[in-house]
Nanobody, 125 residues
Framework: QVELVESGGGLVQAGGSLRLSCVVS????????QGWFRQAPGKEREFVAA????????RYADSVKGRFTISGDNAKNTVYLQMNSLQPEDTAVYYC??????????????????WGRGTQVTVSS
């Protein structure tokens, strides 16, 4: 059974940075694609970023391009989301997900089988 545990969320002022981590157990990063999604109060869960190390594919939502960076460390079985220039609209619960995605489905939450419990990110203005 694959389990995902997120950490690194918190409260930060606008313009600040946070790095989220997602430790994957029960599988290796190369077996699955990993994605970050977020859900703000009253809104649907939305795609943020995804990485597929087998094939070196990375995708970003337009809203975070140039500000967020997704990466993976095979040795630590951990996926990271470096978030810079954070804005109040980035406030949400951030979820890590894993699944046997293909390039065309990397941005779709329905393509991911396993989900973490989420970590809260709050950006104050």
């Amino acid at each position: 059974q694959v389990e995902l545990v997120e950490s690194g969320g918190g409260l930060v002022q606008a313009g600040g940075s946070l790095r989220l981590s997602c430790v994957v157990s029960g599988g290796t990063l190369r077996q699955y694609g990993q994605g970050w999604f977020r859900q703000a109060p009253g809104k649907e869960r939305e795609f943020v970023a995804a990485i597929k190390l087998s094939g070196n594919n990375i995708r970003y939502a337009d809203s975070v391009k140039g500000r967020f960076t997704i990466s993976g460390d095979n040795a630590k079985n951990t996926v990271y989301l470096q978030m810079n220039s954070l804005q109040p609209e980035d406030t949400a619960v951030y979820y890590c997900a894993a699944g046997r995605v293909i390039t065309s489905t990397m941005t779709s939450n329905s393509a991911y089988y396993y989900w973490g419990r989420g970590t809260q990110v709050t950006v104050s203005s």
